[in-house]
T-cell receptor, first 111, second 114 residues
Framework: QKEVEQNSGPLSVPEGAIASLNCTYSDRVSQSFFWYRQYSGKSPELIMS????GDKEDGRFTAQLNKASQYVSLLIRDSQPSDSATYLCAVRGTGRRALTFGSGTRLQVQP | EPEVTQTPSHQVTQMGQEVILRCVPISNHLYFYWYRQILGQKVEFLVS????????KSEIFDDQFSVERPDGSNFTLKIRSTKLEDSAMYFCASKSGLNQDEQFFGPGTRLTVL
């Protein structure tokens, strides 16, 4: 069973702070890694993708991937109350079409 | 910006009835998916579809489920005889497949089986 694990939270940070979200995965040969944001009652919205080791930055978001440790993270700089949502880590394994999702980390940004 | 669209937004049905959930993937995308999310649980993969055939399916996607691309734009999920446990949000997603691996999700259909 290929698993993606996330701390369910809630992770509470003050407005303007850095939020750090973490994810581990069990399938060592996973190829593609994604972070989705999901507001309550809404669909997953893609915010970052990362395919190789290291950091990838896009605006206030930085994704970090360490395949040796089977670990992927998302940093959100200058957190805003509108960032309050559940952040889903998703992984696609080699040879597979499907994304395997974690259960998500709920982020609360306090004004 | 192109989006995946889904209809209806909410479907209520009686146990044992057939339902068809509809999706219009992003134009020019080649790969199509259905996922579901039971309230409070993870997003779960159901099926992927490419080149007019199923390319992968999960254990959830049993004989009660089927998918179809009846024309050049629609992608449908049919549940033949709904059960109470089929109540969930059903998300359609699509991917261009042209040197990118990102799946984009539609707004979902909330299915309630009574």
């Amino acid at each position: 069973q290929k698993e993606v694990e996330q701390n369910s939270g809630p992770l509470s940070v003050p407005e303007g702070a850095i939020a750090s979200l973490n994810c581990t995965y069990s399938d060592r040969v996973s190829q593609s890694f994604f972070w989705y944001r999901q507001y309550s009652g809404k669909s997953p919205e893609l915010i970052m993708s990362i395919y190789s080791n290291g950091d990838k930055e896009d605006g206030r978001f930085t994704a970090q991937l360490n395949k040796a440790s089977q670990y992927v993270s998302l940093l959100i700089r200058d957190s805003q109350p509108s960032d309050s949502a559940t952040y889903l880590c998703a992984v696609r394994g080699t040879g597979r079409r499907a994304l395997t999702f974690g259960s998500g980390t709920r982020l609360q940004v306090q004004p | 910006e192109p989006e995946v669209t889904q209809t209806p937004s909410h479907q209520v049905t009686q146990m044992g009835q057939e339902v068809i959930l509809r999706c219009v993937p992003i134009s020019n995308h080649l790969y199509f998916y259905w996922y579901r999310q039971i309230l409070g649980q993870k997003v779960e993969f159901l099926v992927s579809f490419y080149n007019n055939e199923i390319s992968e399916k999960s254990e959830i996607f049993d004989d009660q489920f089927s998918v179809e691309r009846p024309d050049g734009s629609n992608f449908t999920l049919k549940i033949r005889s709904t059960k109470l446990e089929d109540s969930a949000m059903y998300f359609c997603a699509s991917k261009s497949g042209l040197n990118q691996d990102e799946q984009f999700f539609g707004p979902g259909t909330r299915l309630t089986v009574l």
